[in-house]
């Protein structure tokens, strides 16, 4: 998802200091940083270099992993798909499966975002934009209106239209017949009304350049690709209880460990609609890997020699280090800026993004509209997976789904590393008390109740009301981070 800017008036000093810290980056055109990296006030130049060095090898070594995760995904949905009216429930279970694991390195990237790096744009030059396309709203957008990808059941249990899997042969206003252009639609859940936004597609054959158009066209609500639309084509809805937090209020798949409950039919029946419903899973499969190629680019330790080609290989992470020469020297990063980006953005990610947009959202409401991962109530592993992604950047760490390509923190220089031992002390003991809390929920998740009723008002919700509350006292941490490097983020 964006950044919202919608709520910075309720973030905390951390959040308020993104709008001062985010706006760095390297520059590009007639903008001439340092060619070299320069010497922080509190530390060494070497140990700046080391510092960044050690958050571009995770940042490799993280979408490097995504990228084997997510083909082991796609192949799980071709041998699904492929099948087609022969597919079995164990093929669509596997499919699952490799979606739940493809999150887990996933998840931990998102530490990434909001510094001025390649994956969204937040706060980075121009070059950095066009050069990697921004795709974190490609990747992992949400929420998203289900109603815009396929049928759903609306409240009072009225089934929406089919969205542009049914949209075989619509007319420019969605009806059925006549030319293959749709108009892009909004559905409102809540009255059944749907909105027509104006731009109009071609949905006659369903591609990874369709969804891509398609995405976020017309409102941020429209998404059409990543890792929650494939999410939503595996599991279908999971809408057990209304806005109030009613579980006795079922609507689609009752129970506290009952996720979405798509049924197999919908790829099976042979109509063509199942075609088309396959066709648009193996196209998101695709354009996931796609895209964390390109972003995983960004990060290697080899580039083009000309970062205004087509090539950009390893261009943001040479320019991060200020290696970069010749006519791409204008964009190497001043080593200060980079290291105030990355601190800005670890501390906004954790205390506003997960903090208030992920977590407070849902459990304030006790929506599971509102929870991350509502369909496949992965929701749990979101949370734990994002924090130790954090873990991993503030202490120079990661581990590899190949052991032999760990990141050992006694091996590198991390922020952690060159703060004083009253600030370790306190980020190990937030820490821990988080770490407690993460593990509740997750225990609770996979054996009592998922996430979305976790959050119903008791003590489950108080808990991830605390939770909430310790990430943004953590996130704010990253002040102190700053102070004892020499670094003011406030």
């Known amino acids: 998802m964006k950044f919202s800017k919608s709520i910075l008036s309720s973030m905390s000093l951390v959040a308020v200091m993104a709008l001062s810290g985010c706006g760095g980056g390297g520059g590009g055109g007639d903008e001439t940083p340092p060619a070299t990296v320069t010497p922080t006030t509190g530390i060494t130049a070497a140990q700046s270099t080391a510092v960044l060095t050690t958050y571009a090898d995770i940042a490799l070594a993280s979408y490097t992993d995504s990228i084997t995760a997510a083909n082991t995904l796609k192949t799980a949905i071709d041998t699904f798909v492929d099948a087609g009216a022969g597919a079995t429930q164990g093929q669509m279970d596997a499919a699952k499966q490799a979606w739940i694991d493809s999150r887990e390195p996933y998840l931990e990237t998102e530490i990434f975002r909001l510094s001025g790096g390649p994956i969204d744009g937040d706060g980075s030059a121009q070059w950095v934009k066009d050069a990697y396309g921004e795709l974190e709203g490609q990747l992992n957008a949400w929420p998203l209106d289900e109603a815009m990808i396929d049928t759903i059941i609306a409240t009072g249990n009225a089934n929406t239209g089919g969205g542009i899997v049914a949209r075989t042969t619509g007319t420019a206003d969605g009806a059925e017949g006549g030319s293959t252009d749709v108009d892009m639609e909004t559905f409102d859940a809540q009255d059944g009304t749907v909105a027509n936004l104006g731009a109009v597609f071609d949905t006659t054959t369903i591609t990874t350049g369709l969804i891509t158009s398609l995405n976020e066209a017309g409102g941020d609500a429209n998404v059409a690709s990543g890792y929650h639309a494939v999410e939503f084509l595996l599991w279908g809805q999971d809408q057990d209880y209304n806005k ?28 063509g609609e199942a075609t ?14 796609a895209d964390l190629t390109m972003v995983r680019s960004a990060w290697l330790t080899t580039t083009s020699g000309d970062c205004d080609s087509a090539n950009v290989d390893g261009c943001y992470r040479a320019a991060l280090l200020g290696e970069l020469t010749g006519s791409d020297t204008s964009k190497n990063i001043d080593a200060t800026t980079a290291l105030k980006d990355i601190m800005t953005g670890m501390g906004v990610f954790v205390s506003s993004e997960l903090s208030a947009e992920r977590i407070s959202a849902s459990v304030d409401t006790a929506s599971e509209e509102d929870e991350h991962s509502c369909f496949s109530d992965n929701t749990h592993r979101d949370i734990a997976q994002d924090i130790k992604g954090f873990v991993n950047t503030l202490k120079g760490q990661y581990t590899a789904l190949n052991p032999a390509d760990n990141i050992d923190a006694a091996t590198t220089t991390s922020f952690y590393d060159l703060v004083s031992d009253a600030t370790k002390a306190n980020i190990d003991a ?4 988080i770490d407690t809390k993460v593990s509740t929920i997750d225990n609770l998740a996979k054996t009592t109740k998922h996430f979305d009723y976790q959050i119903i008002p008791g003590a489950d919700a108080d808990r991830i009301k605390a939770l909430a509350t310790e990430l943004v006292t953590m996130g704010n941490m990253m002040v102190n981070v700053g102070t004892d490097i020499g670094i003011s983020i406030n």
Do not use: E, F, M, W
Request: aromatic share 4%; no cysteine; charged share 15%.
């Open 244 to 271: 109030a937090g009613d579980p006795s209020v079922d609507l689609v798949t009752p129970g506290a460990t009952v996720a979405g409950q798509r049924p197999l039919t919908d790829y099976t029946n042979g109509s």
């Open 276 to 289: 088309r419903r396959g066709a648009y899973l193996k196209a998101a499969a695709n354009k996931i890997i």
């Open 430 to 433: 937030a820490l821990t008390s």
